[in-house]
């Protein structure tokens, strides 16, 4: 079955850098566009990052954009996503995320596949 696996989250200073990744398997990865979400408590989970698949086109929402690149390798079925210049309103659980076809979508309930989610914590 399809599973995506994030590692990298932790508890960091404002200012600091952090560099999330997701390794997925049980799908053809490089037909699937790789997105990044995250969910602060008490809010709705938001997009974050997408990349086609071949990762020529990333897209940001308007808050990470010069802050945060995502990334992947097709090769080992890996989506990265740095980021730099963190602050205390990126703290979240940080979730991958799997859509099948290749239009880029930022809603929720346009991927397919969710990883469990890894917590980046900024303190001020």
């Known amino acids: 079955q399809v599973q995506l696996v994030e590692s990298g989250g932790g508890l960091v200073q404002a200012g600091d850098s952090l560099r999330l990744s997701c390794a997925a398997s049980?799908?053809?990865?490089?037909?699937?566009?790789m997105g990044w979400f995250r969910q602060a408590p008490g809010k709705e989970r938001e997009f974050v990052a997408a990349?086609?698949?071949?990762?020529?086109?990333?897209y940001y929402t308007d808050s990470v954009k010069g802050r945060f690149t995502i990334s992947r390798d097709n090769a080992k079925n890996t989506v990265n996503l740095q980021m730099n210049s963190l602050k205390s309103e990126d703290t979240a659980v940080y979730y991958c995320?799997?859509?099948?076809?290749?239009?880029?979508?930022?809603?929720?309930?346009?991927?397919?596949?969710w990883g469990q989610g890894t917590q980046v914590t900024v303190s001020s």
């Open positions: 990349i086609s698949w071949g990762g020529s086109n990333k």
């Open positions: 995320a799997a859509r099948s076809g290749p239009r880029i979508a930022r809603l929720v309930n346009e991927y397919d596949y």
């Open positions: 049980g799908l053809t990865f490089s037909t699937y566009v």
